[in-house]
């Protein structure tokens, strides 16, 4: 009779995390080896952490999932997946998503025995077929519960500090090569493909959502509507954090041409979230950032909704990445599909792609507006695009997308360069809607995000709400306003700024502030985060 294989299950967890992370990762290796450069020892020490930094979540992914009676069928079908889609990943190319799993669900007999080939069958049978055989034939060993669970903690606790413990190194390549090379998360086998199929089945599941109304008959009052036209244009920053604005007391001049202009500046204003797919679409929700949920907003009426159905014109100019479906229901112009060659390269557009035809698009409205220019702002790593060489006031500059490569000092200097360009794109709209005194015309500015630029150790944005640091979470909120469109609104003007000194605010206010200002009737607007209403005469 045949001895079987016995091991521990602290022993397998270790082994089948070692095995996955540096075998049935071959794709993943081969990735990093094309497209990271080694230019300083922080970059070694990238490389040097890269096996931790995969191996310890796996780690921790087996740790909760070898369990008796369980463990076997569950490690020998994620080894005959992650064997195959290694194979994928490695020979052919392919980086997996939710896109390539509808792919291949939506495959048929013929196109999927295309794929198959003596090298394919030879690679599942030494790194699939191999291993599967040894569990089948493997008996694992569990300690009594108590004493099980103790120690898996315990050795959970030594891999979540081991893995700490790179991060004040390492952080920096991390986050650079990470938003210079996106595509790299498809291929961290296994954890790829299961967020790849419960991606697509969420999907699905949202297809059949019920679409919340908030108010299906707003309106614009009696009184606005006897008034002159009415332009708002709403400009949504991009990483831009209130802590580099000279407006809010930073040493460097970096807004010279906004100084100048009659704004009101909006003192202590916290973001929703720090990454444009949850503060944009929170900014125009009626939820608060307490009850925001990004899969809710997509299947509920926000502010651009509501504006629209009140009777204003709704246009959405977009050069950022996408309004992440708060623009759908409304007119949308994508910037970049202009291909504007004074202001585009291949896949981006500077902003003053916003301002082409503005002056003359205003000449014409028809109708009460509100214009939302959604910039491209201060969007890192690669911060040396946002601006052009006129604005190359602070050097030296970080002129890469490897911010690795890059001094602290010249990272802050390419950062405060687009907040100078940034000024500059909102004085201009301030000057155009100055050119049309027979309407009353307003500009709200309101960042989604902060960024950090070295604090810490810390770089770029994106960290849970909860941990994130100021540079992260504070942003500039700028409001300037006609003498006609305070008139409109009976706004006094020094309690207006006096109030926006003193007070705290967060993008919880935009929803309600707009529909104030804009004299929209709706039962869902809420007076006391309408920043302006309490200082109406």
């Avoid at 922080?42 to 040097?48: Q, S, V």
């Avoid at 790179?166 to 790299?184: A, H, L, T």
């Avoid at 990004?294 to 299947?299: E, G």
């Avoid at 705290?504 to 039962?523: M, P, R």
Wanted: hydrophobic share 40%; glycine share 4%.
């Amino acid at each position: 009779m045949i001895k079987r294989f016995k091991i521990s299950s602290t022993k397998l967890i270790l082994f089948m995390a070692l095995y996955f992370g540096l075998v049935l990762n071959f794709g993943f290796w081969q990735f990093i080896a094309a497209h990271f450069e080694i230019s300083s020892w922080a970059g070694y020490a990238f490389l040097l952490s890269l096996p931790f930094f995969l191996v310890i979540p796996l780690y921790i992914f087996f740790s909760l999932i070898t369990l008796p009676y369980v463990a076997k069928p569950l490690l020998m079908i994620l080894v005959a997946l992650s064997s195959i889609t290694n194979y994928a990943m490695f020979e052919l190319g392919i980086f997996i998503d939710a896109e390539m799993f509808r792919n291949i669900v939506e495959t048929n007999t013929r196109e999927a025995l295309d794929l198959v080939n003596l090298t394919s069958i030879l690679w599942f049978v030494i790194t699939g077929l191999f291993p599967i055989i040894l569990l089948l034939d493997m008996k694992i060993i569990y300690s009594p519960f108590k004493t099980e669970l103790l120690k898996r903690l315990k050795y959970i606790f030594l891999a979540l500090l081991m893995f700490l413990c790179f991060v004040p190194v390492s952080y920096k390549e991390y986050v650079s090569f990470g938003r210079n090379n996106r595509e790299v998360r498809k291929l961290v086998n296994t954890f790829n493909y299961i967020y790849a199929v419960s991606k697509h089945y969420k999907r699905q599941a949202e297809a059949s959502r019920h679409f919340i109304i908030l108010d299906d008959k707003p309106t614009i009052s009696q009184d606005a509507k006897a008034e002159p036209k009415k332009l708002l244009i709403l400009v949504v920053g991009e990483t831009a954090r209130a802590k580099n604005f000279s407006l809010y007391g930073y040493d460097r001049e970096t807004n010279p041409l906004l100084s100048k202009q009659d704004i009101i500046t909006f003192a202590e204003t916290s973001s929703c979230g720090t990454a444009t797919a949850v503060s944009l679409p929170c900014m125009f929700s009626l939820l608060d950032r307490k009850n925001f949920d990004v899969d809710d907003a997509k299947y509920m009426q926000n502010l651009m909704d509501l504006v629209k159905l009140s009777g204003y014109n709704a246009v959405w100019l977009e050069n950022d990445d996408g309004c992440k479906n708060v623009c759908h229901r409304v007119t949308l112009e994508d910037m970049v599909a202009t291909k504007n060659p004074k202001h585009c390269e291949k896949d981006f557009c500077r902003d003053e792609v916003l301002l082409e035809g503005l002056e003359e698009r205003i000449s014409k409205l028809n109708g009460n507006t509100v214009i939302v220019l959604h910039t491209m702002g201060s969007h890192g790593p690669t911060y040396y695009k946002r601006y052009t060489d006129d604005f190359k006031k602070f050097q030296p500059t970080c002129d890469g997308s490897d911010l690795q490569k890059c001094s602290r000092e010249e990272i802050i200097n390419t950062y405060d360069n687009t907040i100078l360009y940034t000024d500059f794109i909102l004085s201009s709209v301030i000057d155009i809607l100055k050119k049309f005194p027979q309407y009353e015309t307003g500009l709200i500015y309101m960042s989604d995000h902060g960024e950090s630029l070295g604090e810490n150790n810390l770089y770029l944005h994106g960290l849970p709400y909860a941990i994130a640091p100021d540079e992260q979470t504070k942003v500039p909120f700028l409001v300037w306003l006609s003498p006609q469109l305070k008139q409109a609104a009976n706004i006094d003007e020094v309690c207006l700024k006096n109030k926006a000194e003193q007070g705290t605010y967060s993008h919880d206010n935009l929803f309600h502030s707009v529909l104030g200002l804009l004299d929209i009737q709706t039962k869902v607007y809420n007076q006391k985060q309408d920043v302006f209403q309490n200082c109406r005469k």
